[in-house]
């Protein structure tokens, strides 16, 4: 029963907050506050928006739509718009119910084409269900439904809010209290106190969705005094929100927040001033509300338009939705930081064992203008030698016979075979690659590997490979006065094809006795590198799987309480565990040789937002003094007056820089083969979060979890 309340609760914010692109509890109570100025009013969209996330639930409709109130604000709209035009009766209560029911199947059916053509529907079903009910009540009877007067429910309630705007009218600017009136004409308010709520809800939710409230007003403002300059205050409040709702839809929900962005939402006014002008001659013909028809049909264009593109840099769009603008811009930020130069396909170094770059990109021998992007490699000794003593052979090479594996899956296109090695110091320029192979790893995207040993290769042309294959030996045939190995990536199928630029995707650079991991990105001329190999250990702890589950006890201080955990993968193929008891998600990916966390949704003071944290990035390789680092989002890691200040500016410029780092250690003599992660976030701002955590690994899974944060210790143990 507990349960079920708190998911209707929950489907009830999301029914209220979704009408400003919202999910904030807080900003939900506002907003319901707000809708109540006008008692009728309130309680019609009450009762539409309670019947139709009720209503979804006996259909059994997709919960997470119900619970963000997919299903539902356009109902609330309809209810609102309606207990505006008609008094409270019984045969109202009846259109009442019957208009959010028709609302819902509305919604459904744009909620389907909504999911295949990646495109919102907005208050699309709330307008098409009001012009339907009030196309009908013209052939009502008389009494049948009964328009309201002016007064509203309540003469002493309405005219109270009316003395009490008006004396705020009087000490605020027109246009502030212009920005007021149409932030309450979303709910169908008139009063100016119902503004307030709603602009004081978006403030305390989101510095962004409140300054692009206010700058799509004002440039409707602007637009209208330029281009419709006859038309007065209180006829704009009634149209000016349309600006308001498009602003937020595009300067941050469906829109990554940025200077770029903003810059959309200004250029968007003369176009939706346009439809609205329009618009409004065509309903007005059939005495028909305009609302927010405008603000629908716009952004959907723009929408349209973004998703159309090739090439998506400038206007980022939103595809981990988190309903803040904050949120979503944020998680961005820590997503291009981590992986800006990530691809499609995921290159690997093709050897095993520690090898140097002794050619890098831009090299000074031969990686010039077409070859400017490839690798060479050998292998040296303490003192940087590449061969044991003469050097005058090349068996006195290290690299000379050693293994040369497929950096990725993929088909053997060419193979080159049947070139001699050269002697030390000697080149062969007429057959300048040697015995090569080249593989197709994906469309326009293919490896070639040169200068192998004649007669090693294992494999032949035509055949399937995977990513770590052994394919040949290393040589010295081709251009090659000592053994080497030649790897570059290029766009075409034949050998001698130019270069392309394409980061390795996870690599170890070892450095004295220090080891440091490498995500998507070119090694340098001179560094000594390694293929990470996964630990048996930590590659079973970190295996999650759809289905599993994690149960903890959590001790802090004299508390202690339980959390549980469960593995899920969407239909989207995204994995994420989520908490049972907060429903919180923590979207994660894996592969041979990398846990990490790409994304968390949910209540920060729940375990898994910890866990999240301390996990953040795990390499599954074994390595001595292996440094771990990565830049963390600033959202749960920063609070106070500086977070508010970083929200106000974050689209233009992001000050507050968390970071993780981890190492990993095997816990000696425990004869259980234990192994402790110890992971650190540090924020470079005097407010921020610092925290220490321990993840111990035992009989390949995760024993315990240990956070401290300044004074607070936090045990969690497996059960």
Same mark, same amino acid.
């Given at each position: 029963?507990?349960?079920?309340? +708190? #998911?209707?609760?929950?489907? &009830?914010? *999301?029914?209220? /907050?979704? $009408? @400003?692109?919202?999910?904030? %509890?807080?900003?939900?109570?506002?907003?319901?506050?707000?809708?109540? +100025? #006008?008692?009728?009013?309130? &309680?019609? *969209?009450?009762? /539409?928006? $309670? @019947?139709?996330?009720?209503? %979804?639930?006996?259909?059994?409709?997709?919960?997470?739509?119900?619970?963000?109130?997919?299903?539902?604000?356009?109902?609330?709209?309809?209810?609102?718009?309606?207990?505006?035009?008609f008094k409270i009766t019984g045969n109202f209560l009846i259109i009442l119910v019957m208009a959010s029911a028709l609302t819902l199947l509305i919604t459904v059916l744009f909620a389907s084409f909504s999911e295949r053509n990646k495109l919102p529907?907005?208050?699309?079903?709330?307008?098409?269900?009001?012009?339907?009910?009030?196309?009908?009540?013209?052939?009502?009877?008389?009494?049948?439904?009964?328009?309201?007067?002016?007064?509203?429910?309540?003469?002493?309630?309405?005219?109270?809010?009316?003395?009490?705007?008006?004396?705020?009218?009087?000490?605020?600017?027109?246009?502030?209290?212009?920005?007021?009136?149409?932030?309450?004409?979303?709910?169908?308010?008139?009063?100016?106190?119902?503004?307030?709520?709603?602009?004081?809800?978006?403030?305390?939710?989101?510095?962004?969705?409140?300054?692009?409230?206010?700058?799509?007003?004002?440039?409707?403002?602007?637009?209208?005094?330029?281009?419709?300059?006859?038309?007065?205050?209180?006829?704009?409040?009634?149209?000016?929100?349309?600006?308001?709702?498009?602003?937020?839809?595009?300067?941050?929900?469906?829109?990554?927040?940025?200077?770029?962005?903003?810059?959309?939402?200004?250029?968007?006014?003369?176009?939706?001033?346009?439809?609205?002008?329009?618009?409004?001659?065509?309903?007005?013909?059939?005495?028909?509300?305009?609302?927010?028809?405008?603000?629908?049909?716009?952004?959907?264009?723009?929408?349209?338009?973004?998703?159309?593109?090739?090439?998506?840099?400038?206007?980022?769009?939103?595809?981990?939705?988190?309903?803040?603008?904050?949120?979503?811009?944020?998680?961005?930020?820590?997503?291009?930081?981590?992986?800006?130069?990530?691809?499609?396909?995921?290159?690997?170094?093709?050897?095993?064992?520690?090898?140097?770059?002794?050619?890098?990109?831009?090299?000074?021998?031969?990686?010039?203008?077409?070859?400017?992007?490839?690798?060479?490699?050998?292998?040296?000794?303490?003192?940087?030698?590449?061969?044991?003593?003469?050097?005058?052979?090349?068996?006195?090479?290290?690299?000379?016979?050693?293994?040369?594996?497929?950096?990725?899956?993929?088909?053997?296109?060419?193979?080159?075979?049947?070139?001699?090695?050269?002697?030390?110091?000697?080149?062969?320029?007429?057959?300048?690659?040697?015995?090569?192979?080249?593989?197709?790893?994906?469309?326009?995207?293919?490896?070639?590997?040169?200068?192998?040993?004649?007669?090693?290769?294992?494999?032949?042309?035509?055949?399937?490979?995977?990513?770590?294959?052994?394919?040949?030996?290393?040589?010295?045939?081709?251009?090659?006065?000592?053994?080497?190995?030649?790897?570059?990536?290029?766009?075409?199928?034949?050998?001698?094809?130019?270069?392309?630029?394409?980061?390795?995707?996870?690599?170890?650079?070892?450095?004295?006795?220090?080891?440091?991991?490498?995500?998507?990105?070119?090694?340098?001329?001179?560094?000594?590198?390694?293929?990470?190999?996964?630990?048996?250990?930590?590659?079973?702890?970190?295996?999650?799987?759809?289905?599993?589950?994690?149960?903890?006890?959590?001790?802090?201080?004299?508390?202690?309480?339980?959390?549980?955990?469960?593995?899920?993968?969407?239909?989207?193929?995204?994995?994420?565990?989520?908490?049972?008891?907060?429903?919180?998600?923590?979207?994660?990916?894996?592969?041979?040789?990398?846990?990490?966390?790409?994304?968390?949704?949910?209540?920060?003071?729940?375990?898994?937002?910890?866990?999240?944290?301390?996990?953040?990035?795990?390499?599954?390789?074994?390595?001595?003094?292996?440094?771990?680092?990565?830049?963390?989002?600033?959202?749960?890691?920063?609070?106070?007056?500086?977070?508010?200040?970083?929200?106000?500016?974050?689209?233009?410029?992001?000050?507050?820089?968390?970071?993780?780092?981890?190492?990993?250690?095997?816990?000696?003599?425990?004869?259980?083969?234990?192994?402790?992660?110890?992971?650190?976030?540090?924020?470079?701002?005097?407010?921020?979060?610092?925290?220490?955590?321990?993840?111990?690994?035992?009989?390949?899974?995760?024993?315990?979890?240990?956070?401290?944060?300044?004074?607070?210790?936090?045990?969690?143990?497996?059960?």
């Open positions: 029963m507990k349960t079920r309340t +708190i #998911d209707f609760l929950k489907a &009830l914010r *999301g029914t209220y /907050c979704l $009408v @400003f692109f919202s999910n904030s %509890s807080l900003f939900s109570i506002l907003l319901i506050v707000a809708s109540f +100025i #006008d008692p009728c009013v309130g &309680l019609a *969209g009450l009762i /539409c928006g $309670v @019947f139709a996330v009720l209503l %979804s639930k006996v259909m059994g409709l997709n919960p997470l739509y119900i619970q963000n109130g997919t299903y539902s604000f356009n109902a609330l709209l309809t209810g609102l718009a309606l207990g505006a035009y529907f907005l208050s699309l079903p709330f307008i098409l269900t009001l012009w339907i009910i009030l196309l009908n009540a013209r052939s009502f009877e008389t009494s049948f439904l009964i328009p309201k007067d002016a007064m509203g429910c309540s003469v002493l309630w309405s005219q109270t809010f009316k003395d009490l705007s008006l004396q705020i009218e009087k000490k605020i600017p027109t246009f502030i209290s212009v920005y007021f009136k149409a932030l309450g004409a979303v709910f169908f308010q008139s009063h100016i106190v119902s503004g307030l709520l709603i602009a004081l809800g978006l403030l305390l939710y989101s510095r962004i969705a409140f300054m692009l409230s206010f700058l799509g007003f004002l440039s409707g403002l602007i637009y209208f005094r330029f281009v419709q300059g006859n038309l007065n205050d209180h006829e704009y409040s009634q149209v000016a929100f349309n600006y308001i709702l498009a602003a937020l839809a595009l300067g941050g929900y469906f829109v990554i927040s940025s200077t770029r962005s903003f810059v959309l939402v200004i250029f968007t006014v003369p176009v939706l001033g346009l439809l609205i002008t329009a618009l409004y001659k065509i309903t007005s013909f059939y005495a028909l509300p305009l609302y927010s028809l405008p603000f629908s049909v716009v952004v959907i264009l723009v929408m349209s338009l973004l998703n159309g593109r090739y090439f998506f840099k400038n206007l980022p769009l939103v595809y981990i939705q988190q309903f803040s603008p904050e949120k979503n811009l944020y998680a961005f930020q820590s997503f291009m930081q981590r992986f800006k130069n990530a691809t499609g396909v995921a290159i690997h170094l093709p050897f095993f064992g520690e090898w140097t770059v002794s050619q890098g990109h831009d090299g000074k021998m031969t990686h010039k203008e077409d070859y400017r992007y490839a690798l060479d490699f050998v292998v040296t000794d303490e003192h940087k030698r590449t061969f044991k003593f003469p050097g005058k052979k090349v068996t006195d090479f290290f690299c000379y016979g050693l293994p040369v594996l497929a950096p990725a899956d993929g088909q053997v296109i060419t193979i080159e075979d049947g070139i001699e090695d050269n002697e030390i110091g000697d080149a062969n320029l007429e057959q300048n690659w040697g015995n090569t192979i080249v593989i197709k790893h994906s469309e326009n995207l293919y490896s070639k590997l040169s200068h192998l040993k004649k007669g090693s290769f294992k494999v032949k042309q035509g055949d399937n490979i995977k990513k770590g294959d052994l394919l040949a030996v290393c040589g010295n045939s081709g251009r090659s006065p000592e053994p080497h190995l030649h790897f570059q990536l290029q766009s075409y199928e034949y050998i001698g094809a130019a270069t392309i630029d394409v980061p390795i995707s996870s690599y170890v650079i070892k450095s004295q006795d220090t080891y440091q991991l490498k995500f998507f990105e070119v090694p340098a001329e001179g560094e000594i590198l390694l293929r990470p190999v996964a630990s048996p250990i930590l590659k079973k702890a970190f295996h999650f799987i759809p289905g599993m589950k994690f149960k903890f006890e959590l001790e802090e201080g004299s508390k202690n309480f339980v959390e549980s955990w469960e593995v899920i993968t969407d239909s989207l193929n995204a994995s994420y565990i989520q908490c049972n008891g907060t429903k919180s998600r923590a979207y994660f990916s894996c592969n041979d040789t990398l846990f990490y966390f790409t994304g968390f949704e949910g209540d920060s003071k729940c375990l898994l937002f910890y866990f999240f944290l301390a996990a953040y990035k795990i390499v599954l390789s074994q390595f001595d003094n292996l440094q771990i680092k990565d830049r963390l989002s600033i959202e749960g890691t920063q609070k106070g007056i500086l977070k508010i200040v970083q929200d106000f500016l974050a689209p233009f410029y992001i000050f507050i820089k968390p970071e993780y780092s981890s190492s990993i250690k095997e816990v000696e003599n425990s004869g259980l083969n234990k192994i402790e992660i110890l992971s650190k976030v540090t924020s470079n701002m005097p407010s921020g979060r610092n925290m220490d955590f321990e993840i111990e690994l035992c009989e390949n899974k995760i024993n315990r979890i240990k956070i401290i944060e300044r004074d607070k210790c936090i045990t969690a143990k497996a059960v």
